[in-house]
């Protein structure tokens, strides 16, 4: 079973953890078969429907099977809480499908997200044939579905898009709104506002240091004219003095 699990839970022990719970997938979405195994997918549910509050979840993945892809979009579309999706590597194929669950999707400025027609392998006869191509053909309109539920394109731009295998670096998937945003470095927003307040806390200190000088200066000039100055009295006796 530990080679089904392409993904992996942080602080989901601690039901009473500050932080958000925070969900890892990594590699291929089911590198072994998801279709026909009942264990796996009821694993991830109940996993995920182990603990409360947001969620988190990174993704980094290539793609992979769009059964457990679709499985896995519904389940978080379904969880009560807000689910953040960041993509800090890829998230192509399938791995885009999930991504779509999010109620916000960010994005590693180095990061890519693709999109592109499903595929599958068949063999038989002509009518056979077909058959996948009906089958691919539905599954196609489910992808949309979850594109279209997101970005708000129109089911015609998405076809195309998906024809073109189409890769997007963060700016596109935010300008096509598979995205929501970018994801920014904490500690250098923190550095700058740190250095906006110790900016504007010295232009403070600057300017009453310049009221403090002024009013310094003013003071002992007051205290000296009334030092040395004359009563109108003394001058008058200054006066008299001077007649005889």
Excluded at 131 to 148: D, G, Q, T
Excluded at 230 to 236: K, N, T
Aim: charged share 25%; with cysteine.
């Amino acid at each position: 079973m530990k080679n089904k699990k392409f993904w992996v839970w942080r602080n989901q022990a601690d039901k009473n953890a500050p932080e958000a719970r925070v969900l890892e997938l990594n590699g291929t979405i089911a590198s072994e078969s998801w279709f026909d195994d009942d264990v796996t997918p009821q694993m991830f549910k109940d996993e995920l429907f182990a603990g409360e509050g947001d969620i988190t979840v990174w993704i980094n993945s290539p793609g992979g099977d769009c059964i457990a892809a679709s499985q896995i979009y519904s389940m978080l579309m379904d969880y009560k809480g807000n689910v953040t999706v960041k993509i800090d590597g890829i998230a192509a194929s399938a791995a885009s499908v999930i991504a779509m669950a999010g109620t916000t999707v960010l994005m590693a400025p180095t990061a890519l997200l693709m999109i592109h027609n499903p595929a599958t392998m068949a063999f038989g006869d002509h009518n056979e044939m077909q058959k996948a191509i009906e089958m691919l053909s539905e599954v196609k309109e489910s992808i949309i579905n979850a594109y279209e539920l997101k970005t708000g394109l129109s089911r015609a731009k998405l076809d195309h898009l998906m024809e073109d295998e189409t890769w997007m670096n963060a700016k596109k998937a935010i300008e096509l709104r598979f995205a929501d945003g970018m994801l920014e470095d904490e500690k250098k927003m923190s550095a700058d506002v740190g250095a906006y307040q110790f900016s504007s806390k010295q232009v403070e200190n600057a300017l009453l240091n310049k009221i403090t000088e002024k009013t310094q200066v003013s003071e002992p000039k007051k205290v000296e004219l009334e030092v040395t100055g004359r009563s109108v009295d003394e001058l008058m006796d200054r006066l008299n003095l001077m007649k005889y």
